[in-house]
């Protein structure tokens, strides 16, 4: 397995982007040159380089974001070839209808008709053989081997998340307790021996990785084989670390303080920091100026559905816990606090008005919050800001509550495309553990792919409150 901001990512998925990239490339060439099958003077201007790079870039990544979301490269619960095939026909056919609409925006990209049906012909079959293919090499692939060293919640915890991912290939050979023990197993987990004799369990089971789980290590950590074996090429990690790779977020009910301090990452440059500012201003005037027609379509549906102002405003803390004025399409009714007070907006809330559950769920209630960027007081990504009556009790209950104050909060973030709705304190506890990982791991690539996964979210619907 590999990491990619500091996430497991299935090799295997990796090698299907690529595989499959090249495989659209090379069907434009096919096809171009299958086009202009007697015409070499033809197919030598069509595939000039100062046009046909850029034609092809587009079709390369309309037709790879297509793929990824019909969930063609998430292999959790891999889907039989069958279903597969099914999924790339539908892909290539939503590939089709976008790369019109672009092609109707910007003319210059467009492919002819000609090539283009024969390329994404020629991806359709390649891309077929080559998953019915690689789905029996995967068969013959051996599956890399974890022992935990603990034996307590931690560990087993470890396990299972590890249970959740067979996307990754890797097999739990069991855990090994810390000190002698008489247990078999613990939760379903085997226990296969003692720390003493790690060296020996990990010759025997064939081990190519340790997760060191022990909640107490004092005297407890074999630290001196621990080293022999990290020098013979055996991965050895934290359990903290680990299930923050597996999970995507960092778990604050066993991280200790010095994780923080010093594990890698919470790295912000000047140069990340002036560009992420700069691309949030941009990015903002460009929302607003594009969604202009869809925000007066949406004021006229607010007006006609209820009575009451069209915006919402609200105050929010933000970057080193200044205060500011959120701005929001109103999707409730105009005295939902009235008599209630301040409390958290449930998944079923009778306070949201018809107009209301349609913005929530394709997240147009937050187009407003452009203005935001614009005036620095959000960022296009990163924790969604909260209201400070909530603020106080929280970083009362929750340690680290403040350190997402370090940063401007988020149109979208993290927590909000891996975590469903909040709606309690526990929800907000488990979206600062996302939150942590977005901090540690914060970079304009992490950014990017954030809001790849908002725009699923947003076209289909999934996740919106």
Same mark, same amino acid.
């Given at each position: 397995?590999?990491?990619?901001?500091?996430?497991?990512?299935?090799?295997?998925?990796?090698?299907?982007?690529?595989?499959? &990239?090249?495989?659209?490339?090379?069907?434009?060439?096919?096809?171009?040159?299958?086009?202009?099958?007697?015409?070499?003077?033809?197919?030598? /201007?069509?595939?000039?380089?100062?046009?046909?790079?850029?034609?092809?870039?587009?079709?390369?990544?309309?037709?790879?974001?297509?793929?990824?979301?019909?969930?063609?490269?998430?292999? /959790?619960?891999?889907?039989?070839?069958?279903?597969?095939?099914?999924?790339?026909?539908?892909?290539?056919?939503?590939?089709?209808?976008?790369?019109?609409?672009?092609?109707?925006?910007?003319?210059?990209?467009?492919?002819?008709?000609?090539?283009?049906?024969?390329?994404?012909?020629?991806?359709?079959?390649?891309?077929?053989?080559?998953?019915?293919?690689?789905?029996?090499?995967?068969?013959?692939?051996?599956?890399?081997?974890?022992?935990?060293?603990?034996? &307590?919640?931690?560990?087993?915890?470890?396990?299972?998340?590890?249970?959740?991912?067979?996307?990754?290939?890797?097999?739990?050979?069991?855990?090994?307790?810390? &000190?002698?023990?008489?247990?078999?197993?613990?939760?379903?987990?085997?226990?296969?021996?003692?720390?003493?004799?790690?060296?020996?369990?990990?010759?025997?089971?064939?081990?190519?990785?340790?997760?060191?789980?022990?909640?107490?290590?004092?005297?407890?950590?074999?630290?001196?084989?621990?080293? /022999?074996?990290?020098?013979?090429?055996?991965?050895?990690?934290?359990?903290?670390?680990?299930?923050?790779?597996?999970?995507?977020?960092?778990?604050?009910?066993?991280?200790?303080?010095?994780?923080?301090?010093?594990?890698?990452?919470?790295?912000?440059?000047?140069?990340?920091?002036?560009?992420?500012?700069?691309?949030?201003?941009?990015?903002?005037?460009?929302?607003?100026?594009?969604?202009?027609?869809?925000?007066?379509?949406?004021?006229?549906?607010?007006?006609?559905?209820?009575?009451?102002?069209?915006?919402?405003?609200?105050?929010?803390?933000?970057?080193?816990?200044?205060?500011?004025?959120?701005?929001?399409?109103?999707?409730?009714?105009?005295?939902?606090?009235?008599?209630?007070?301040?409390?958290?907006?449930?998944?079923?809330?009778?306070?949201?008005?018809?107009?209301?559950?349609?913005? /929530?769920?394709?997240?147009?209630?937050?187009?407003?919050?452009?203005?935001?960027?614009?005036?620095?007081?959000?960022?296009?990504?990163?924790?969604?800001?909260?209201?400070?009556?909530?603020?106080?009790?929280?970083?009362?209950?929750?340690?680290?509550?403040?350190?997402?104050?370090?940063?401007?909060?988020?149109?979208?973030?993290?927590?909000?495309?891996?975590?469903?709705?909040?709606?309690?304190?526990?929800?907000?506890?488990?979206?600062?553990?996302?939150?942590?990982?977005?901090?540690?791991?914060?970079?304009?690539?992490?950014?990017?792919?954030?809001?790849?996964?908002?725009?699923?979210?947003?076209?289909?619907?999934? &996740?919106?409150?």
């Amino acid at each position: 397995m590999v990491q990619v901001l500091n996430r497991y990512i299935a090799p295997k998925a990796l090698l299907l982007v690529a595989i499959e &990239g090249f495989l659209v490339v090379f069907s434009l060439m096919f096809a171009a040159k299958l086009r202009f099958w007697q015409d070499p003077e033809g197919f030598a /201007r069509y595939t000039e380089p100062s046009s046909f790079v850029l034609q092809a870039l587009t079709v390369l990544i309309t037709l790879v974001m297509c793929f990824y979301y019909n969930d063609l490269y998430d292999l /959790r619960g891999f889907r039989i070839l069958r279903e597969q095939l099914l999924s790339v026909g539908q892909a290539l056919g939503a590939g089709c209808i976008l790369l019109a609409a672009i092609y109707f925006l910007i003319p210059g990209l467009l492919v002819s008709r000609g090539v283009l049906f024969i390329a994404i012909g020629t991806v359709f079959s390649a891309v077929s053989l080559t998953r019915a293919g690689l789905s029996r090499v995967w068969r013959l692939t051996g599956e890399s081997k974890v022992l935990i060293l603990g034996d &307590g919640n931690l560990a087993v915890t470890v396990a299972q998340e590890f249970s959740k991912r067979d996307d990754l290939d890797i097999r739990v050979v069991g855990l090994v307790a810390p &000190g002698e023990t008489n247990s078999v197993e613990i939760f379903g987990h085997p226990i296969v021996g003692s720390a003493s004799h790690l060296p020996e369990l990990v010759r025997e089971h064939g081990i190519s990785r340790i997760v060191v789980a022990i909640e107490d290590r004092r005297g407890a950590l074999p630290s001196r084989d621990l080293v /022999r074996l990290r020098v013979q090429g055996i991965e050895v990690e934290e359990a903290d670390s680990t299930l923050a790779a597996l999970t995507g977020r960092i778990w604050l009910a066993s991280v200790r303080p010095s994780w923080f301090v010093f594990s890698g990452g919470f790295k912000r440059s000047t140069v990340t920091v002036v560009l992420k500012r700069a691309i949030d201003l941009a990015s903002g005037i460009l929302g607003l100026a594009l969604s202009a027609p869809l925000m007066v379509l949406v004021a006229i549906a607010i007006r006609l559905d209820s009575k009451g102002p069209i915006f919402y405003r609200q105050i929010r803390v933000g970057l080193a816990d200044r205060e500011f004025e959120i701005l929001k399409f109103r999707s409730m009714c105009t005295e939902a606090e009235a008599d209630s007070g301040p409390q958290w907006s449930q998944l079923a809330d009778d306070r949201i008005t018809r107009v209301g559950r349609f913005l /929530r769920k394709y997240r147009l209630d937050e187009l407003p919050q452009f203005i935001n960027m614009i005036r620095g007081e959000m960022s296009l990504v990163g924790p969604r800001p909260e209201r400070p009556v909530f603020v106080d009790q929280l970083r009362e209950e929750i340690l680290f509550y403040d350190e997402r104050h370090s940063v401007r909060p988020g149109v979208t973030g993290w927590a909000q495309v891996e975590y469903k709705y909040g709606s309690s304190r526990e929800d907000a506890y488990r979206k600062l553990e996302y939150d942590m990982f977005y901090l540690k791991n914060m970079s304009l690539f992490f950014d990017a792919a954030i809001l790849i996964r908002t725009v699923r979210i947003v076209l289909f619907g999934h &996740g919106g409150r």
